[in-house]
Structures are given as C-alpha cells and as structure tokens.
C-alpha cells in the first residue's frame, strides 16, 4: 500500500513542480530517461506508476506512446487529466485510479515496454516487492525509469543548513521528513535501487544523480530562460558523473530485464 499522507494537498505539489527545483527534477529525469526509450515499429505501451499529475505522461504520450497512468489519488489523476488535455495529448493516455501494490493484478505480464516508477518507492511499506510486480509486466526489451530520494543528498542538505545533528543522523536514517509536507518518507543509497532491481530480475543499463548544486544556490524559482538553460545542463552534465551523482538529491536508475533472468520475454 502507498502512504496516503502527501496527497493531502495537491495544488501545493503543483506548485511545488513550478518552482526551480521541482522543475529541474521532473526534468532532468525526463531527459535522462528519453536518452534510453526503447525502439520499435509498432506502437509502444508506458505505464506511469504513481504518475501523479502527468509530467512524464504527457512527454511520453507526446512521443507516441500509449500510457496508462497509474495514481491512488483522484485529486492528482484530475490534474494529469487537465493537463493531457490542454498538450493534446489526451488521446494516448488511459487513466487507472488503483494502488500500485495492485500492478499485477491490473495488467498482463510482459504488458508494457517502458514503465516509470518516479518518486514512488519512498511511499511504499514494501519497495522491493512492488518492484518485482513491477518487472513482471515488462516485456523482453522494456526499460524501467526508478527515481528515488539519495540518503547522501539529504545528509548534505541538512549539513548545508548548519543543523549539523539531523546531518549525522540522516547518515543511516531509514527515512527523513519530507520538506513539503512534513511527513516521513523513505531514502535510500545508490545500491540500494540496485540491490531492489537485481532482486526483482532486473540490470542497471544507466545511473544518474539528478539535482547535484542546484538546492544549495539562491536561485530564483523565475530564473530567465537562458540561465536555467546552463544550470540544467551543468546539472545534466555532473548527474552522468559518479562522484557527482553520489551527493545528489535523487537517484535515477533505469534498468531493463537481466540476460540472466529466468523470466524470459513475455511479448504481447
């Protein structure tokens, strides 16, 4: 089951997503991922698990692909909904409003050839088991797109506001309170993600760190165009970088069914 807790105020999410942060972590995340879409002639099925209010949907629908966006939280799905509608996009996209404990009893196995599991994980109670239902229903070369909170990140954060103590603590916290709603929310190390993708058949094809300095600059949220341009791509840049990508804010993984796994292609 996912915490219900930080969907108790969409429009303050929504206008989360407008400030810079918010923008630069749906979009650098979304670049890291269109780098490694799957190819292929026939039409391509996404899956937006926890896709909210649609930012990855809308691209992907944008591209060709058919999604269906999953969300426990009628009020987030509502604002996906506008916004499909108002890029054109609405067409290509399904809404389901459903648990994401409920993935596999909801679609076939080898059903989808990009699932995006953004900003999910730290609300489940079990991850790893989510993540396991989750790669059941990619088919032979489907890429999955996880993006998580990074431990590292949040120790920095804390140690940047001098609050040297939680710094120390956040070294080995399970979870930390989540600066827009004040909720706990799980974190987790690089390897983590990777040990949850391995258990689940699953094999890292790229790592980024998304949000490296940007947090830590008195930056405005109307930062002109050309300025956001460079600190997008300088954070684009160092997020491909391992020893930038271990102090960053999130962790993207994007990973696809192992060689070595005993699941085989489940093509449609």
Avoid at 205 to 220: C, K
Wanted: with cysteine; glycine share 8%; aromatic share 6%.
């Amino acid at each position: 089951m996912v915490d219900t807790s930080r969907f108790q105020d969409a429009d303050r999410y929504v206008s989360y997503l407008q400030t810079l942060a918010g923008r630069l972590r749906s979009e650098l995340a979304w670049e890291n991922l269109r780098r490694c879409l799957p190819n292929a002639a026939s039409t391509r099925r996404a899956l937006d698990v926890g896709g909210g209010t649609g930012c990855a949907s809308v691209s992907l629908a944008q591209l060709g692909f058919e999604v269906v966006l999953l969300d426990h939280c009628e009020e987030m799905l509502g604002i996906a909904r506008q916004r499909a509608a108002a890029s054109g996009a609405a067409g290509r996209i399904s809404f389901c409003h459903a648990d994401a404990g409920c993935v596999h009893e909801l679609f076939e196995d080898g059903a989808f050839d990009l699932i995006v599991c953004h900003n999910l994980l730290e609300y489940l109670e079990d991850p790893a088991a989510v993540t396991c239902n989750i790669a059941r229903l990619m088919r032979g070369n489907a890429v999955v797109s996880v993006l998580v909170r990074n431990r590292a990140g949040e120790v920095l954060r804390a140690a940047m506001k001098t609050d040297w103590k939680l710094a120390a603590t956040n070294l080995s916290a399970a979870k930390v309170t989540d600066s827009l709603y004040g909720e706990p929310v799980r974190v987790f190390a690089p390897e983590d993600v990777r040990n949850i993708l391995a258990g689940a058949g699953l094999e890292v094809i790229a790592e980024h760190g998304v949000r490296i300095f940007s947090d830590y600059l008195d930056l405005s949220d109307d930062l002109a165009n050309e300025a956001y341009r460079q600190v997008f791509e300088l954070e684009r840049i160092l997020g491909s970088q391992p020893q930038f990508a271990a102090i960053a804010r999130y962790t993207q993984v994007i990973a696809r069914r192992s060689r070595t796994s005993s699941g085989g292609e489940q093509g449609q």
